[in-house]
């Protein structure tokens, strides 16, 4: 007995070591902030957040004063960075698929544009060129500013909302030709989502008004829609996300201040199904006594069901409100808010991502330092540390939205290639953490 005794005392360091040592390799702490390296100009309004996998994170940061972005990636559990810079190329958005990056923007010549390339690639300390396919004919597009991509029959597509009238379907299998739908009234594509069979965009008409339209994957000819009338809206974005995995069920929220028992503003969020038209499935709204809830981002989270609404909350500054979409009656949340180390208040987060099961990281710009912030968080983990507090509130079953008529026409356009071959450049970096 004594001889287990010891063994087990003897044994008991060591496991707990190497238990120790698999929490730190794989960054899974409650909450950790991390400042990265790269320009100290970065264009706040445009930084992304992707994963490539369970454990590495990227990050792109666009140059605010002249035409450049930096993508940096850092590996969870590790202070390395990779800044990864591409010139002469302003990346408005991007995401990774099947071990590519695929991504949009604007040159230095004033046109979009839509790239993709392997992960390899850019990862690589001696990358080889890539293509750049400029959006010049028909029609000229200044810039690309949202996408999507999906698996289809004939290849991997990207799909994108350009100078928010535009909506490009693009087969990266055969690139020489692509589909464009033209909006014919003064419309603005605002969001763009993809689910099983469909591309959901969400199109303002007006401050009380807006427009689901379900395009075909593959043909973005052949779509069907439906307007609704809401509350006026207190700020002109809104959020869009395919809240199931391998279904045409969307979720889309925007924020109001219509009164009912008090006057605080409420993000509706309507859930909807696209198969024989767009129905709403359910409908729910959020409020604060103290938050103004400026949407800015939405992330589906698969292993419970939760959308990650990524919003202005408590006191001004960014909060996460998980949102559960199938929920059908009222239901409290506790919230995630990063505590203040941004300066300012008004504008700190702008971007969301889950990448394993219950961990999400979102990225700000920090004021002090004018480099990229990485705060990221085990959700279903408590307490969160000194990183971040937690308010409780409640999310209700009712909401203002209504169904109206409407008459939103499009035009069909055939893109032609316009490639042009450029080079990205790497360097090693490190980021520091600010609070784990």
Not at 57 to 62: F, H, R
Not at 75 to 92: D, E, Q, R, S
Not at 188 to 201: A, H, P, R, Y
Not at 326 to 341: A, E, K, L, W
Request: glycine share 4%; net charge neutral; with cysteine.
């Amino acid at each position: 007995m004594k001889r287990s005794i010891i063994l087990l005392l003897v044994l008991l360091p060591i496991v707990a070591f190497s238990q120790m040592q698999h929490i730190i390799s794989q960054g899974n702490t409650a909450t950790t902030k991390r400042i990265l390296g790269g320009s100290n100009t970065i264009d706040s309004s445009l930084i992304k957040i992707r994963s490539i996998d369970k454990t590495d994170l990227l990050v792109s940061m666009p140059d605010s004063s002249f035409i450049q972005t930096v993508f940096a990636h850092s590996t969870m559990g590790t202070n390395a960075t990779t800044l990864l810079t591409f010139p002469n190329l302003k990346i408005y958005d991007f995401k990774i698929f099947a071990g590519n990056i695929y991504f949009c923007g604007q040159d230095n010549s004033g046109v979009g544009f839509i790239s993709w390339m392997s992960i390899s690639n850019l990862l690589s300390a001696s990358p080889a060129s890539f293509t750049v396919q400029k959006i010049t004919t028909p029609i000229t597009l200044s810039r690309v500013t949202d996408l999507e991509v999906y698996k289809w029959d004939d290849g991997i597509h990207v799909v994108a909302i350009a100078d928010g009238i535009f909506l490009i379907d693009m087969n990266t299998f055969n690139p020489s030709t692509y589909q464009i739908m033209r909006q014919n009234i003064s419309n603005l594509f605002k969001k763009l989502s993809v689910g099983q069979d469909k591309i959901l965009t969400l199109e303002k008409i007006s401050d009380t008004s807006l427009t689901i339209t379900a395009f075909n994957k593959g043909s973005i000819s052949n779509y069907m829609y439906q307007t609704f009338s809401h509350p006026q809206l207190r700020h002109d974005k809104y959020v869009l996300e395919n809240s199931m995995t391998n279904k045409d069920i969307f979720t889309f929220g925007y924020t109001h201040r219509k009164q009912t028992s008090n006057a605080y503003y409420k993000t509706d969020f309507a859930t909807i199904e696209v198969i024989n038209g767009i129905n709403i499935i359910n409908k729910q709204y959020l409020e604060v006594a103290d938050g103004k809830l400026e949407p800015i981002d939405l992330e589906f989270c698969p292993e419970d069901s939760t959308l990650l609404y990524l919003a202005g909350g408590y006191h001004g500054y960014d909060e996460i409100f998980p949102i559960k979409p199938f929920v059908y009656n009222g239901y409290p949340i506790n919230t995630i808010q990063p505590n203040d180390t941004i300066q300012d208040p008004i504008k700190q987060y702008n971007s969301i991502i889950r990448y394993e099961n219950y961990y999400f990281a979102a990225f700000a710009k920090d004021t002090p330092s004018s480099r990229g912030l990485i705060f990221d968080c085990k959700r279903n983990s408590s307490p969160f540390l000194n990183c971040a507090s937690s308010h409780v509130v409640k999310v209700i079953n009712d909401f203002f939205l209504n169904p109206i008529p409407s008459n939103v026409t499009y035009q069909y356009l055939v893109g032609q290639q316009d490639a042009i071959i450029l080079k990205h450049s790497y360097i090693s970096n490190s980021y520091t953490i600010q609070c784990q």
